[in-house]
Each structure stands twice: as structure tokens, then as C-alpha cells.
């Protein structure tokens, strides 16, 4: 699969037009990770956004107010998204990504990278943080509904 058809099924670019597609996928690198090899690390700083192009990841969070140590929260597969919150701030990362697979391959793309684009076509910009912002919008509904019995 092509990049610029990967990057059309992913939600966080809707809105986009095909030149920004070929305009954003020019400017992705490309990375295949080993099996149980780090992508990144809880606390390590955000730099990044990653798209899944080949293969799985796991996401790891280590809450160390826990007991129970690191667990696997969820397993994203190719064409979902990880990382976006560093387009956003410079927080540091909140889980650790690492490789399920030999040959998982994955697409990024550096914050400042992505700066520079926006300064050139702020509509690409425009679009991906409405959707990075309705994404979290719809998190914080979601966890702040009233549990079901």
C-alpha cells in the first residue's frame, strides 16, 4: 500500500485534498522495528507522530502508583495512529510503544517537521488539529459519561 493511500484512511487527516496527502507523505519517514523493539518510552520526550503502516504495537503504561506494574493497554494495527499529542505540546510521552512483530513498520513524522508544513499550507494544519481536537473531545465525553450498571 501506497503511503499517501495509508494516510487517507487515517482518521486525523480528514479534510485533507489529494496534494496535501502527496504534499504530507513526502515529508514521513520510514521505520521497521524488530519484535519487543522500543519505538519510544513512557517519559521520553514527544517529538513524533506515527502512523502503523505494517505489523502491530503495543501500548505500554507503567503507573507507578500501581501495584501491578506495566500493563498493555491496547495493540494498534496499520493505519492507526500514535503519538499525536506531540503535534500538540511537548509534553513527555504517557506510555511506551514497542514493536509486537519482526518486520513492524511504522511512518512518522516530527513535530517540527509538521510546523514547517503548516506554515506553508496552515489548511493542512487546520485540519488535522480540528481533528485531533474532536478526537479528544470525544475522549473526555466518553469518560466522563455516568458507568453503566
Known amino acids: 500500500m501506497a503511503l499517501v493511500d495509508l494516510l487517507r484512511s487515517v482518521e486525523l487527516f480528514d479534510g485533507l485534498?489529494?496534494?496535501q496527502f502527496e504534499t504530507l507523505a513526502a515529508v514521513f519517514d520510514e521505520r521497521t522495528y524488530k519484535r519487543n523493539e522500543?519505538?519510544?518510552e513512557q517519559g521520553d520526550e514527544g517529538d513524533?507522530?506515527?502512523?502503523?503502516?505494517?505489523?502491530?504495537?503495543?501500548?505500554?503504561?507503567?503507573?507507578?502508583q500501581s501495584e501491578?506494574?506495566?500493563r498493555t493497554i491496547i495493540n494498534l494495527g496499520r493505519?492507526?495512529?500514535?503519538?499525536?499529542?506531540?503535534?500538540?505540546?511537548?509534553?513527555?510521552?504517557?506510555?511506551?510503544?514497542?514493536?509486537?512483530?519482526?518486520?513492524?513498520?511504522?511512518?512518522?513524522i516530527s513535530r517540527q517537521t509538521f510546523?514547517?508544513?503548516?506554515?506553508?499550507?496552515?489548511a493542512?494544519?487546520?485540519?488535522?488539529?480540528?481533528?485531533?481536537?474532536?478526537?479528544?473531545?470525544?475522549?473526555?465525553?466518553?469518560?466522563n459519561l455516568p458507568e453503566q450498571s
Open 17 to 19: 485534498t489529494d496534494q
Open 38 to 40: 522500543m519505538v519510544f
Open 48 to 64: 513524533r507522530l506515527y502512523v502503523v503502516r505494517r505489523g502491530f504495537v503495543e501500548i505500554v503504561v507503567d503507573d507507578e
Open 68 to 70: 501491578e506494574g506495566p
Open 79 to 108: 493505519g492507526q495512529v500514535f503519538g499525536e499529542m506531540a503535534l500538540v505540546d511537548r509534553g513527555k510521552r504517557s506510555a511506551t510503544v514497542r514493536s509486537v512483530d519482526d518486520g513492524t513498520t511504522v511512518n512518522s
Open 115 to 122: 510546523t514547517d508544513l503548516c506554515e506553508k499550507d496552515t
Open 124 to 143: 493542512i494544519g487546520y485540519a488535522v488539529m480540528r481533528n485531533i481536537a474532536a478526537d479528544l473531545s470525544f475522549k473526555l465525553r466518553l469518560r
